[in-house]
């Protein structure tokens, strides 16, 4: 079974700083991925996906993430964090190949410092 | 993007009673909606998938008599937790999508309360 692993469960940084969240994936082929944030009380926003092709991908609110096959991983990256930015981040991937399932990573909280 | 909404935000009812939560998709037509259930400072976990005119599939250890799913439209899906006990008490969220390799969007969620 397909799984993501995210291995920070709180990460904290001051405003203004970089940010790099984690996530490795297990997956029998080239996956599609899905970085979501929440809000407390809130439900998730796509941050960005990927599919294919160019394996940097852009996403909204200045977000960025990299596919690295032979790391299997899918990393989230900001260069300059907001104090708007804490929320809860989860990365996700197909339950297998052709479903519209996804399987969720635990997630990792973000905490922004002034 | 797309817009899914879901109705009531936030709901609290007394044990022994049905809550029913409705999914919108605003904008778009969905195929397929999917019902999941988030507990406090964990992961979503996914509780089954509506497609519209068919039944539901539940995940293992879903209890389908318990959480009652309905797909009546492209638009619409709604779930009821039927005789509502205190440990059905959590934040449930909709998403929806237009088809394969189409990308989930999902509900802001419905934080349910059984006293």
């Known amino acids: 079974a397909q799984s993501v692993t995210q291995p920070d469960i709180h990460i904290t940084v001051s405003e203004g700083a970089s940010l790099e969240l984690r996530c490795n994936y297990s997956y029998g082929a080239t996956p599609y991925l899905f970085w979501y944030v929440q809000s407390p009380g809130q439900g998730l926003q796509l941050l960005l996906k990927?599919?294919?092709?160019?394996?940097l991908v852009q996403g909204i609110k200045g977000f960025e993430a990299e596919f690295k096959r032979s790391q299997s991983s899918f990393n989230l990256r900001k260069p300059s964090v907001h104090w708007s930015d804490a929320a809860e981040y989860f990365c996700?991937?197909?339950?297998?190949?052709?479903?519209?399932?996804?399987?969720f990573g635990k997630g990792t909280k973000l905490t922004v410092n002034p | 993007g797309a817009v899914v909404s879901q109705h009531p935000s936030r709901v609290i009812c007394k044990s022994g009673t049905s809550v029913k939560i409705e999914c919108r998709s605003l904008?778009?037509?969905?195929?397929?909606m999917f019902w999941y259930r988030q507990f406090p400072k964990q992961s979503l976990m996914l509780m089954a998938t509506?497609?519209?005119?068919?039944?539901?599939?539940?995940e293992q250890g879903v209890e389908k008599d318990k959480f009652l799913i309905n797909h009546a439209s492209l638009t619409l899906s709604t779930l009821t937790v039927t005789s509502a006990h205190p440990e059905d008490s959590s934040f449930y969220i909709c998403?929806?999508?237009?088809?394969?390799?189409?990308?989930?969007?999902f509900g802001p969620g419905t934080r349910l309360l059984v006293l």
């Open positions: 996700a991937v197909p339950t297998q190949g052709g479903s519209e399932k996804l399987v």
């Open positions: 904008d778009f037509q969905a195929t397929t």
């Open positions: 998403s929806a999508t237009g088809g394969f390799q189409e990308t989930q969007y």
């Open positions: 990927y599919f294919s092709g160019d394996t």
């Open positions: 509506s497609n519209e005119g068919s039944k539901a599939t539940y």
